[in-house]
């Protein structure tokens, strides 16, 4: 809060936000229409975006995750 409001208790004036700001993998197959899958020499300024061509997996939020530590250790 900033110093000019006041919790009043009264109700929020807003609409709810339907989600649950999480992740689904929907278990697409890989679309060769994507041109990501393309890039896989370096531009002018040596960025590769895709080295691993059709080979690459996105597997989404479950990389991350299994890089964050263990909360539960």
Do not use: E, H, I
Request: charged share 10%.
């Amino acid at each position: 809060m900033t110093p000019d409001q006041t919790d009043t208790g009264a109700a929020a004036n807003t609409r709810p936000l339907f989600t649950c700001f999480g992740y689904a993998n929907l278990g697409l197959s890989l679309n060769p229409r994507v041109a990501l899958f393309y890039q896989t020499t370096p531009d002018r300024f040596g960025f590769t975006p895709n080295p691993y061509g059709f080979g690459y997996r996105d597997l989404g939020l479950g990389t991350f995750l299994r890089s964050a530590p263990n909360p539960n250790l």
